[in-house]
């Protein structure tokens, strides 16, 4: 087991001593509300001995969580020892008391700082940076000492309740030195910070950067809660305002820690940042301006007036109101200036586009230029897909990918270049409406290209058939019609010249010449448009049917169509069953034809082997082509070892 590990559980071991340490020190004090403030402590070491729990079990090796961990065993101690102290002072007590335990322990406050100033220190690898970070963990670990041993003899009375419990070492006036500590201990406790910011703007790693700061964001409650301490004990004599830093701190602490090292991307840790600025100034602007109204208002309606105080608060909230969203704006200029740039580039980008003035698909060069990051891509969603793809058609893949959304949908995915930090999330918002505007143009350039080229297939078809029929006119129905011309002008001739004419066997030859002529323009005929559909579609599906080699279950639920529409449908089903018969090694067909609104819907479906695929030249392709011509759609579903469907939908007036 690694040391921070095991010191880890020694310090949970010793915590929940000073828990039945302060419990039997409550129950000898009595009274609900110590018992209350006991029970609330206990709630607040959740916090630490939780976050500290989860991160020494992510990393056991690394002292950041034993020092977080540590922080709950600071908590528990000092709440021990106040409730100690306070039984001590309630006589009769039966606890068990050493005055020299109690001089010695005259700094116990510092309790409260040392562990998270240790874990800023320490982060993210349990390891201290630079010099700064260095003198910092020794500051940390060695002014409570000092502390601790001078007041022990410093010539003043004891912190009460215990004011006036002897001195077992003494006095000294060296003891006036703990008071000359002070100031160093708030530079210690500003060190770890100033050390973790140097090495935030070390890094080139957008994870670690991320991290960093989100510690850095809790880190600057440390030494403010110690300015508050002092502050209100040189203002209202005592330490009461502190008590809103401790408890700040005491949350934020754990939980930004926690969520640096587990989930560092659980929210934009640099919009909370510019949220903690303006609500700080807020809150110094609030406490400030309800100073001076109260103080005002105080001198006419009275000190003491509750009116006074309600007027104070209600005018001095009223008035910050507007300073809310101008301080957003400003401290997000000043402290990220680089989103700010991109927020103001993309929207000059959108109006430029609204104006006719410039092309959405020069957003990826845009905050390539505005984020400085050469690298950054930008796929699109192609509307029905999954595959993000950029405006040359490449795709776009990444696990660090930023989805970009619109309308409550997938548009797009921003990837940031390998040295690049995330995208923040107002930027992507703001992206929404130009990617979708892309997506949309490039679908409509895709259906464009695609009508152009079906448009040419069908030309070419048409010629290609046009040649068909010349051919099979030439060289069938036109040869044999010629011929029996000719034998018939030869037939005239004989006769005229008194020559014998055997009429019988020319008129059979001319009569089976005849039927075999209108046998092939039949069938020139049928292939141009089945005769079969002069009796509707359904008789024509029914005779599809029965010369069919495969079983085929019709379903029809159609009237009134027009009869382009049931030619197109007839070819379609008609090519459904030859592939499942010649290609797919299909048992049976199924063909379902509904007529659902305005539009003709036919389906065939079979049970073989799949893999159909709609290549150009093939008769899926021209199908697919006959079926855009009336507008419509072809779609083909044909997975491996599951069959076939082929789904044609076209446009029909009901």
Request: glycine content about 10%.
């Amino acid at each position: 087991m690694p040391w921070p590990k095991r010191v880890t559980v020694a310090l949970w071991a010793a915590t929940a001593v000073l828990l039945l340490l302060s419990l039997w020190a409550t129950i000898d004090l009595g009274g609900r509300a110590n018992i209350f403030v006991t029970a609330l402590s206990w709630v607040v070491v959740i916090a630490p001995l939780a976050a500290g729990y989860l991160v020494i079990r992510h990393d056991p090796a690394n002292w950041v969580g034993t020092w977080l961990t540590a922080a709950g065993t600071a908590i528990a101690l000092i709440n021990a020892h106040g409730t100690w102290q306070d039984a001590l002072a309630a006589e009769p007590s039966g606890l068990p008391a050493s005055p020299l335990l109690w001089v010695l322990t005259q700094g116990v406050w510092m309790a409260w700082f040392v562990p998270y100033a240790m874990v800023v220190a320490l982060f993210p690898d349990g390891r201290p940076w630079g010099r700064v970070g260095r003198a910092s963990v020794v500051a940390l670990l060695t002014i409570p000492v000092l502390f601790n041993l001078l007041t022990a003899v410093i010539p003043e009375p004891l912190m009460p309740p215990l004011d006036d419990w002897p001195r077992p070492l003494g006095t000294h006036p060296v003891g006036y030195l703990s008071l000359a500590l002070l100031p160093f201990f708030l530079l210690a406790l500003i060190g770890p910070g100033v050390s973790l910011w140097r090495r935030h703007a070390a890094s080139t790693d957008p994870r670690a950067r991320a991290q960093m700061r989100w510690m850095l964001l809790a880190a600057s409650l440390l030494p403010a809660t110690l300015v508050l301490c002092w502050v209100g004990y040189l203002v209202v004599g005592g330490p009461e305002p502190v008590v809103v830093g401790l408890v700040a701190f005491n949350l934020a602490m754990p939980a930004a820690t926690f969520v640096a090292m587990l989930r560092h991307d659980l929210y934009d840790v640099d919009r909370a940042i510019v949220l903690a600025g303006v609500y700080g100034i807020l809150a110094v602007g609030v406490l400030a301006g309800y100073a001076l109204v109260s103080g005002l208002l105080g001198r006419t309606l009275g000190a003491d007036s509750v009116t006074a105080a309600v007027v104070a608060t209600v005018a001095v909230m009223i008035a910050l109101l507007p300073a809310r969203s101008f301080l957003l704006r400003v401290l997000g200029r000043r402290l990220h200036p680089r989103r700010a740039a991109a927020l103001d580039a993309v929207a000059a980008l959108a109006e430029r586009v609204g104006a006719g003035r410039d092309e959405p698909e020069r957003l990826e060069e845009v905050l390539r230029e505005a984020l400085r990051d050469d690298g950054l891509r930008v796929g699109y969603r192609r509307p029905g897909g999954t595959a993000y793809l950029d405006v040359s058609g490449e795709p776009v893949e990444d696990v660090r990918g930023q989805p970009i959304r619109s309308g409550g949908h997938d548009v797009g995915l921003v990837v940031p270049g390998p040295r690049g930090a995330p995208v923040p999330s107002e930027i992507l918002t703001a992206s929404g409406l130009l990617a979708d505007q892309v997506r949309l143009r490039r679908e409509l350039a895709d259906a464009l290209a695609e009508v152009e080229a079906s448009r040419e297939r069908l030309l070419e078809a048409g010629y290609e058939e046009r040649r068909r029929l010349e051919t099979d006119l030439h060289d069938g129905a036109q040869q044999r019609l010629v011929s029996l011309g000719m034998r018939l002008r030869v037939a005239q001739r004989h006769a005229a010249s008194g020559q014998p004419v055997d009429l019988d066997t020319l008129v059979d030859t001319a009569v089976t010449q005849i039927a075999d002529a209108v046998g092939e323009l039949r069938a020139i005929a049928h292939g141009l448009r089945p005769s079969s559909l002069d009796d509707g579609l359904p008789a024509a599906l029914d005779n599809l049917t029965r010369s069919s080699a495969l079983p085929v279950e019709v379903s029809y639920s159609a009237n009134g169509i027009p009869d382009h529409v049931s030619l197109t449908a007839y070819y379609v089903a008609s090519e459904g069953v030859a592939n499942a018969v010649k290609h797919a090694g299909a048992s049976r067909v199924a063909i379902d034809v509904r007529h659902d609104d305005e539009h003709l819907r036919v389906v065939v479906r079979d049970d073989g082997a799949g893999g159909a695929k709609v290549v150009p030249g093939s008769g899926l392709a021209r199908l697919r082509d006959r079926v855009h011509a009336h507008g419509g759609s072809l779609d083909v579903s044909s997975p491996l070892a599951q069959g076939t469907s082929i789904e044609a939908v076209i446009p029909c007036g009901s």
